[in-house]
């Protein structure tokens, strides 16, 4: 962790939450010492450790500097297996992408959608943790889409990209996006039927590929996003 993200600031922590735990064990701070915070979405802090008792932390914050950006990029990604969508959700979080809309396809499994990832709230803290991993306090936007048709109706980016290795006609990194606001489509583990296709393709969406080789969807969620934002020069 390259900061400690709180839903708001306060004078103390219990030494029983993670973040108490992290600043403790991994971090070994003492009485004295200091770490960068910030509020999920909001503004970035220097605290300070000013007691530790047998059940709290006690700490003061100063140097406050604004913080809570993120890229205008929007992934549409088609759900896929929950230990997958955990790595999938912390990376392109750490990237530092907008808004996910995780959405039921016509191949993918249906079960996926109920989760407990989802039900638990166990996904809002593994996006916390992608942005405590970059330094920021930005967490994305999470949508839930039943069907391609729904999740399309989220795609309000200048330039909308399905990536698939069938259809597609040009390459991602051939692509000029900067200045641009952008929406990635990618799908599940046995990727999209014809008609989800053609329901991409009449929203305005444009076919292309990342290269030549099928991909897993973690894999080509974290490759997407990477050259997306190096052709928005942002990386």
Excluded: W
Excluded at 8 to 24: G, K, M, N, Q, T
Excluded at 135 to 145: D, L
């Amino acid at each position: 962790m390259n900061i400690i993200l709180f839903d708001r600031l306060s004078e103390s922590i219990p030494l029983s939450d993670r973040r108490a735990v992290h600043i403790l064990k991994v971090l070994r701070l003492k009485e004295g010492d200091s770490f960068f915070c910030g509020v999920v979405r909001g503004s970035c802090y220097k605290a300070r450790i000013d007691k530790i008792t047998a059940t709290e932390i006690f700490l003061s914050y100063s140097d406050e500097k604004e913080d809570g950006f993120s890229y205008p990029l929007t992934l549409i990604i088609g759900e896929v297996r929950p230990i997958c969508m955990r790595r999938i959700l912390r990376e392109v979080t750490s990237l530092g992408a907008r808004k996910l809309v995780l959405t039921l396809t016509e191949k993918g499994e249906k079960s996926y959608h109920e989760a407990s990832l989802y039900k638990s709230g166990e996904y809002k803290e593994i996006l916390v943790d992608g942005a405590m991993q970059a330094g920021c306090t930005y967490i994305p936007e999470v949508i839930f889409a039943s069907s391609v048709k729904e999740a399309v109706k989220h795609a309000e980016s200048d330039e909308k990209i399905l990536l698939d290795n069938i259809i597609g006609s040009v390459r991602l990194s051939d692509m000029t996006l900067e200045g641009k606001s952008v929406t990635i489509a990618i799908g599940s583990e046995r990727g999209f039927s014809d008609n989800e296709r053609n329901a991409f393709l009449s929203s305005g969406f444009t076919a292309a590929l990342i290269g030549n080789r099928i991909l897993r969807t973690e894999t080509a969620c974290v490759a997407a996003t990477a050259l997306a934002l190096e052709r928005m020069n942002i990386l």
